[in-house]
């Protein structure tokens, strides 16, 4: 009576955990039509999954709720969901009148509760806000609507502050996570201005809390840059140039930062040093067939990529040098993966900006490179 | 009219292309086809072959009827031309452009008859809706012509000369190939005394559904994979109808009427396939031209309209959506455009032969996307050709235009010199020529409002200047040429990123793009006929930031075409390569569109009278991995049999 579940601990430790979670389910169906509460049903939005968070073993994914033409169709989303099962929980991020969260992008957790920005209509200027979600009790607790030219655009959690990037400049605001009001960026404290070469545009399309250290990335049409800030006051440490057009960044598995450039088809990894400074160097330059790099995601071993103009997921192994592929996965014509959700070194669930629906990927998706 | 301009003019206007001449050369009697095709002409060769409006530009004519026999695009016969890069989102049927020298293709003009064709709202002309059998010829003249043909013309000018009557006769041509692709056209023509009149239709049809290989995990493996292309089929309809009478000893009307109208779908890039996406397109125009002589002056008269209409059905900002419903209208866009010009030219002083043109009008543009509106042009010209001692030829040329609140001055001059009178080194023609234009952004850049993609009403002009200088051997049986530019553009529109979706126009881009430009053509025994042409492009661009430095995408630093061909009286046939470098696919040299090698074949027979049957192939390799710009791909290997006759 004893020996045996004796035995069965010592072969689950033995094969690890990943064997006890049953795989992703290859297609994750998200809601749609009624259930994304359209303002004008005779021309409903459909999901358009971007980014994804993971917190309890559920994978949490905002849903921008746009039309084909790109105009808010409801109210943003985020929706719960267990990879093995499907959804579990929609939650409604647009308040009362379902229009204070529009068009939701971007969304990370402390491990505790979930943070969500929503860039409102690109056409005109409501809906801008970051929502508090509580995963336990799938229900958005706080709201904090932003000015109409602070569309949100990345954000990352720290102890006491929400930082986020916006998309029509290189700059940051925070909201204090005890009052959720506007830190950095209210009437009385400026946003942390980054000083990003530009002459036409630049924003800030993704950051990432490592530590100490607030990490975010600047875009624009001269340059994409990395910097390493304080990241409780925004004060910044250093910078180092990436490639062209960044789109997110990722911690990797040995502590240092995987950046995406769909400009130039490039991956960099930046290095943290001593004294606040950080470090970039190249480490692949991708395929020619492979085409607008999107989203970074890491498990325990490796780095995963999506390029969402060739359909593609990548498996990367950073330890070496250069970066190698040592695995890839073609997604439907049509899908347009935008980001990723390791579950372990070889599952992964995608969110397809296009496809309107989640895919789970496990080793038989992956096609391996030749050794 | 002093004899000497008399000769200029003659030889301006009648310069018979190298390729035509040594095919003429070549040619034993091909029975009576061949002799309809082959009137005759006066060869005066005083002044550089080429385009009428711009002579000593670096030119190459195509004669359509040296591709008797081949089931052959405006977009193919262009082609064999040097300079000139061609872009095609799939197989017959689907939007061909045409760019110059590394030129966008809205840099370039393509004229029928003289008459400027552009896209509705002023962008680049798609080949695809444009008959090769109606068509003489094709000039393509290369370099900022500005000053000789206005404003747009920064990569320089493509001249379709439609066909005219020459004989009382008729013509029907049949061919039907891969993938459901069939074409049927027929002429019938009138010239006698002082009138003349052509009538030509084109029908084509295909479905379009050729397999293709694209890779499905580029990163790790090299295999491809096979899909077959849908919704890329394609029909029309296209006709032409030209008429001229002569009113008097020196004066003549001439009357074009040209009209077409198709259907095809917008299959999409292979990676996000739009299978309910369609186009529907009609348009045409009509021209009238009164020319005549007054003492030592000719003068020129001329007027014409165009209107264009598109419709896309199914159509979104990314993907297809459902024909019909709510949330799924139908995009439309009409252009309209009127023109007057006249011109007049006379002989100033012994040396000179003086042209003034004076041009006005109007064009419209009314679209779902782009709401009403219009804008007026005018322009005034003064060109010269000057024969100087020595064998020397000037021609300078000064053209102010407004478009619009726009308004500019191109200047441009070329000149040719032949610097021997005897022996053996007389075909040697030395030549040169720079310019300074500019191209006025185009309604729809200023006024199409797509939700992510915006109108910009403030931009300006994009400008350019090039300087370009050759040498050209004109033998009876061989024809080379050889010639270098350098072009430097400012102010280009670029779509720019207006975070966090959104993209705009904005005048942010600079460049500079050097070249060189290989020809030749030699008549060998037997009537076959071998030509061969290679381009060598660098365009760079010199716009501020990560880009600087890098190649222009899409832009192929090689391209190489040889053709080897026979024409005679019962037996034709033709093999011909062409190579497309690797080139760029982002700003940034860190994607690369892979090289693509096409081989083409083709042969025919004279079976009876005038009974001609060919049999063509394309793509002899089955090369499925050929794509294009955005990820649109090629056809692999594709048969054609053609039978064509004239009575």
Redesign the interface.
């Known amino acids: 009576m004893r020996r045996t579940p004796i035995l069965l601990f010592a072969l689950a430790a033995a094969c690890g955990s990943a064997q006890h979670t049953p795989p992703p389910l290859n297609t994750i169906p998200l809601p749609k039509g009624a259930a994304l509460k359209p303002y004008d049903a005779?021309?409903?939005g459909t999901p358009h999954p971007y980014n994804m968070a993971q917190i309890g073993g559920k994978v949490f994914v905002a849903l921008g709720n746009l039309?084909?033409?790109?105009?808010v169709g409801g109210p943003g989303f985020l929706v719960g969901v267990v990879p093995s099962q499907g959804v579990t929980d929609v939650i409604d991020l647009g308040g009362a009148d379902g229009r204070q969260c529009q068009n939701s992008?971007a969304v990370r957790t402390d491990g505790t509760m979930l943070y969500v920005t929503c860039?409102g209509d690109?056409?005109g200027s409501s809906g801008r806000a970051l929502v508090e979600v509580d995963p336990a009790a799938a229900k958005a607790t706080r709201t904090r609507t932003l000015a109409a030219d602070q569309?949100p655009?990345g954000l990352a959690v720290t102890a006491n502050k929400v930082w986020m990037g916006l998309?029509?400049s290189a700059s940051l605001i925070s909201v204090d996570r005890t009052t959720f009001a506007l830190a950095d960026g209210s009437d009385t404290h400026q946003a942390i201005a980054l000083e990003c070469?530009?002459?036409?545009?630049a924003?800030v399309p993704d950051l990432l809390t490592v530590g100490s250290d607030l990490y975010a990335l600047c875009?624009?049409?001269?340059?994409?840059v990395i910097f390493r800030l304080d990241s409780s006051t925004g004060a910044v440490r250093d910078h180092a140039n990436v490639?062209?057009t960044p789109t997110a960044l990722a911690a990797t598995p040995d502590g240092r930062l995987a950046v995406v450039c769909s400009?130039?088809?490039?991956l960099w990894i930046a290095t943290p040093g001593q004294g606040g400074t950080v470090t970039a160097q190249l480490a692949h330059?991708?395929?020619?067939?492979?085409?607008t790099l999107q989203g970074v995601g890491s498990s325990a071993r490796y780095v995963f990529t999506t390029a969402s103009?060739?359909?593609?997921v990548?498996k990367i192994d950073v330890s070496v040098t250069p970066a190698k592929?040592?695995?890839?996965?073609?997604m439907n014509?049509?899908t347009?993966p935008w980001d990723v959700a390791p579950l372990n070194d070889d599952e992964v669930v995608v969110s397809g900006s296009?496809s309107d629906d989640l895919t789970g990927l496990t080793a038989v998706d992956f096609?391996?490179?030749?050794q | 009219m002093p004899r000497a301009f008399a000769a200029l003019r003659r030889s301006i206007r009648f310069a018979p292309p190298a390729l035509t001449a040594l095919a003429l050369a070549a040619l034993p009697a091909r029975g009576e086809e061949t002799r309809r095709e082959a009137a005759p002409i006066d060869v005066v060769v005083q002044a550089p072959p080429g385009s009428v409006r711009a002579p000593a530009a670096e030119s190459t004519v195509v004669e359509t009827s040296a591709f008797a026999g081949e089931v052959r695009s405006v977009a193919e016969l262009l082609g064999s031309s040097p300079g000139v890069s061609l872009h095609a989102l799939g197989g017959p049927g689907q939007t061909a452009t045409v760019s110059l020298r590394g030129a966008t293709a809205d840099q370039s003009l393509v004229l029928l008859d003289g008459i400027p064709l552009h896209g509705p709202g002023g962008g680049a002309v798609d080949l695809s809706t444009l008959p090769a059998t109606l068509l003489d010829r094709v000039v393509v003249s290369r370099g900022v012509l500005g000053a000789q043909f206005g404003a747009g013309a920064l990569g320089g000018v493509v001249e379709l000369v439609p066909r005219k009557a020459k004989v009382r006769g008729a013509g029907a041509q049949l061919s039907v190939g891969s993938h459901g692709t069939a074409q049927l056209s027929g002429d019938i023509e009138f010239a006698e005394g002082g009138a003349s009149a052509l009538a030509a239709a084109e029908l084509d049809t295909t479905q379009g559904d050729f397999p293709y290989s694209r890779q499905l995990t580029p990163e790790v493996s090299p295999d491809y994979s096979d899909f077959t292309r849908e919704n890329a089929d394609a029909r029309r309809g296209s006709a032409l109808v030209r008429w001229a009478q002569q009113l008097g000893a020196d004066t003549e009307l001439a009357v074009l009427l040209q009209a077409g109208a198709g259907v095809h779908g917008l299959p999409g890039p292979y990676t996000t396939p739009t299978q309910r996406s369609r186009a529907l397109d009609q348009g045409g125009l009509l021209g009238a031209r009164l020319r005549g002589e007054a003492g030592s002056a000719a003068w020129t008269v001329r007027a014409w309209g165009r209107i264009d209409r598109l419709e896309l059905r199914g159509v979104q900002v990314v993907e297809d959506c459902a024909d019909g419903e709510p949330s799924c209208p139908r995009l439309s866009q009409r252009s309209m455009a009127a023109h007057g010009e006249a011109e007049l030219g006379f002989p100033f002083g012994d040396a000179h032969w003086l042209r003034v043109t004076a041009a006005g009008g109007e064009e419209w543009i009314a679209g779902t996307s782009t709401g009403p509106h219009r804008r007026g042009v005018a322009s005034l010209a003064l060109m010269d050709d000057v024969r100087l001692p020595g064998r020397v030829s000037v021609h300078p040329a000064l053209r102010a235009e407004l478009v619009g609140a726009q308004a500019a001055v191109s200047p441009g001059i070329a000149a040719a010199w032949r610097p021997f009178s005897g022996g053996p080194l007389v075909p040697v023609e030395l030549r040169a020529g720079a310019g300074l234009s500019f191209r006025p952004p185009t309604l729809t850049e200023l006024y199409l409002d797509q939700g992510v993609v915006l109108p910009n009403p403030d931009l300006e002009p994009e400008h350019a200047w090039s300087a370009d200088a050759g040498v050209r051997w004109h033998g009876q049986v061989l024809t080379i040429s050889a010639a270098a530019f350098y072009s430097r553009y400012r102010e280009l529109i670029s779509y720019e990123l207006s975070p966090p979706i959104r993209v705009k126009p904005l005048n942010v881009a600079r460049a500079r793009i050097a070249g060189l430009e290989l020809q030749a053509a030699v008549a060998l025994p037997q009537a076959f006929v071998a030509e061969a042409s290679y381009t060598y492009l660098d365009a760079v661009s010199l716009r501020d930031g990560n880009q600087d430095g890098h190649h222009l995408s899409y832009r192929p630093p090689h391209r190489l075409f040889a053709r080897l061909a026979r024409r005679g009286d019962r037996i034709e046939g033709y093999g011909e390569a062409s190579f497309v470098s690797s080139m760029p696919r982002d700003s940034f040299d860190s994607a690369k569109l892979p090289a693509q090698l096409t081989l083409n074949a083709g042969l025919g027979a004279r079976v009876v009278g005038t009974l001609w049957l060919d049999l063509e192939a394309k793509n002899l390799l089955d090369d499925r991995t050929h794509e294009d710009l955005f990820q649109y791909p090629l056809p692999g290997f594709t048969l054609a049999a053609l039978a064509r006759a004239r009575f």
């Open positions: 005779a021309n409903p039309r084909p033409d790109y105009s992008g860039s690109f056409s569309a655009s998309s029509s070469p530009h002459k036409i545009y924003y875009s624009s049409d001269q340059a994409g490639g062209a400009g130039d088809n490039t330059t991708y395929a020619g067939g492979t085409a103009g060739s359909n593609t990548q592929v040592v695995a890839e996965a073609s014509a049509g347009a296009l096609k391996t490179a030749p």
